[in-house]
């Protein structure tokens, strides 16, 4: 219990004992013990025991002491306190003198801030270096691609040649000697009018450099459409992988439909980017170009769904569902325009025989997988791997401040499925006409389109601030190795230069001669011999002298029976049962005799021009 008795220290007249007092005897520890024993008396307790003064000169009472540290709280409370004591603070220790720091000398020169991201963002110093970067690969672009040698091609020569006489038939109302618009890939009055000017001027090296620029066109508008849809980085990878694939170095030399048409897909793709933000109507201006590309090369319109699906979705964040109207815009300029053509363009049978309807092969669906796999799989995984990291993230760690402001995973994802999955077209086509044909130069439509995600790829692959740039490099280095050494074995023509210079003293323009990819020397000779002249190894049919009709090879070994060409040229592997017959028809035939060997050496091995002529 706590005791609830006050001490009285006062007398009744309000005066503290010996105040007015002058005994020299008394002290407040007398008066203190006689006031404490009259008033804390307890009728059931003892008096308590009297205090004493401890050695310290404390109070100690009933067992309980008072200490202060500051002396002028002892002074005022001791007097009333019994148990007070007076105990002195140690000093502070005084504090000890620290030297101050010396500053550290100002260097003589001091780097400008950089940028945290200077490459991920769109300034001027970035666009400067993403272009001089781009020159360089497009300077190595045009050196793999021109150290590219060999005479013409088959397909080469029979495009420069209708375009010869295309153009005749233009200024002048000459006939054309075939029917061009029947198989040809492409318009014949489009491409095929180009080169003919051109080689008129240039020769056929001249209508191969045209090739060169349209490839480098195509992959400068790569650079341009990946830098608006994402930074100046990825657009470098994207050029840089897109320029060493084996169909870009090997098309950049090859004067045929196909370059033409990458370049104007390219064309029509940047807009489709460029005109994202702008109002709805300017994605009208990617439809010719579009267009264009379907009729140069009629392959290409295997792409224009692609083209339609990326308007919507560069225009879908900004404009959400609005975005719709755009495509159905970009696809109703798109048919007004094929429409056009068709009716200014007449009969397009080329369409169906080389594109829609074309005869199927005997090739394997494995082989063709593997094929496409190795002239394009680099390309096509890293596009893999840029569509999964732009799905999980739109940034880069580098760039924290944009995390919160890019596009939103649906989008993300349905880019990366659009312009990834657009690179498996040729080859699913292809599978399902069950033939190689033309497989090595139509991976690079798909690619163009893959570049992109690609680009991103290779830059998801390096890293923020450039942290492993090795692996980029091993990945352009192994790319353009592979692209290199493909576009050299693809590349690899018979030479036929020993030929047309035996052939020429042995032709004019009265005979009739028979000539395995007899585009070659009716190109080359085009100046002493008519096309019309030149009869083909891919199909006849003949009447022979008795009245009986053949067709096949059946038709090539009557007609040789019969002596009705002046001449024959034979390699061999073009069409080997046409050559077979004939080879065997001018076996002990007395018309024909064997008037040269030309030999030559491709990737595949050695061949042989066989040269008869009519006795």
């Not at 992988?241 to 390219?266: E, M, Y």
Request: charged letters at 15%.
């Amino acid at each position: 219990m706590t005791d609830q008795r006050t001490p009285v220290w006062a007398d009744d007249q309000g005066q503290w004992p010996g105040a007015q007092s002058q005994d020299p005897s008394w002290s407040y520890e007398q008066s203190y013990e006689q006031s404490y024993e009259q008033q804390y008396a307890y009728q059931a307790h003892p008096a308590p025991q009297q205090g004493e003064v401890t050695d310290t000169g404390s109070w100690r009472f009933d067992g309980r002491t008072s200490s202060y540290s500051d002396q002028q709280t002892y002074d005022t409370f001791a007097p009333y306190d019994p148990y007070a004591t007076y105990t002195a603070a140690e000093p502070a220790p005084a504090p000890v003198p620290v030297a101050p720091e010396p500053e550290p000398e100002r260097p003589g020169y001091v780097l400008p801030p950089v940028p945290e991201s200077s490459w991920a963002v769109d300034t001027g110093r970035s666009r400067l270096l993403g272009r001089l970067v781009l020159l360089c690969v497009l300077l190595i672009q045009a050196g793999l691609s021109l150290r590219l040698r060999g005479t013409a091609f088959e397909d080469e020569a029979l495009y420069v040649l209708a375009g010869h006489y295309e153009i005749g038939n233009i200024l002048h109302g000459t006939p054309v000697p075939g029917d061009f618009e029947g198989y040809f890939s492409g318009y014949p009055k489009l491409y095929p009018v180009l080169a003919a000017m051109v080689d008129s001027v240039a020769g056929l090296a001249g209508v191969r450099i045209v090739s060169l620029v349209f490839m480098l066109g195509a992959t400068s508008l790569l650079y341009a459409m990946t830098r608006r849809m994402f930074d100046v980085r990825a657009a470098i990878g994207a050029a840089a992988l897109f320029s060493v694939i084996q169909s870009t170095v090997f098309l950049g030399n090859f004067a045929t439909f196909d370059a033409a048409a990458i370049f104007f897909l390219a064309l029509s793709a940047w807009i489709v980017v460029r005109t994202g933000r702008a109002p709805i109507v300017a994605v009208v201006l990617a439809a010719p170009p579009a267009v264009l590309a379907f009729a140069t090369k009629y392959a290409a319109g295997l792409y224009l769904p692609t083209l339609l699906v990326l308007a919507v979705l560069t225009a879908y964040r900004h404009r959400g569902l609005r975005a719709l109207a755009r495509g159905v815009l970009f696809g109703g300029a798109m048919g007004a325009l094929l429409g056009a053509g068709y009716l200014f363009a007449g009969s397009l049978g080329g369409i169906s025989q080389t594109t829609t309807n074309r005869a199927k092969g005997a090739d394997t669906a494995a082989q063709l997988l593997e094929h496409s796999a190795q002239w394009g799989g680099l390309m096509f995984l890293t596009a893999v791997g840029g569509s999964i990291a732009y799905a999980i993230r739109p940034h880069m760690g580098e760039m924290p401040w944009l995390e919160q402001v890019g596009p939103g995973r649906f989008r993300r994802i349905a880019l990366g499925v659009l312009l990834t999955g657009t690179a498996l077209l040729a080859p699913a086509y292809q599978i399902h006409l069950q033939t190689e044909v033309s497989l090595f130069k139509h991976v690079g439509f798909g690619l163009l389109f893959a570049g992109p995600m690609a680009g991103l790829g290779i830059s998801r692959l390096v890293g923020p601030h450039f942290r492993h740039p090795q692996l980029g490099i091993m990945l352009y280095v192994l790319t353009l190795v592979f692209g290199m050494v493909q576009a050299q074995q693809n590349y690899s023509f018979p030479d036929s230069r020993e030929m047309t210079s035996v052939l020429r003293p042995m032709v004019d323009r009265k005979g009739s001669y028979l000539a395995e990819e007899h585009e070659v020397p009716a190109y080359y000779l085009r100046d002493v011999t008519g096309y019309a002249q030149w009869q083909s190894t891919f199909g006849m049919d003949y009447t022979d002298k008795k009245g009986k009709r053949y067709s096949g090879p059946e038709a090539y070994a009557a007609a040789v029976k019969d002596a009705k060409f002046d001449l024959i040229v034979l390699r061999g592997t073009v069409t080997p049962d046409v050559d077979t017959a004939v080879t065997d028809a001018l076996r002990g035939n007395p018309h024909y005799r064997l008037a040269a060997v030309t030999r030559f050496t491709t990737s595949k091995g050695d061949g042989a021009y066989r040269i008869w002529v009519k006795r």
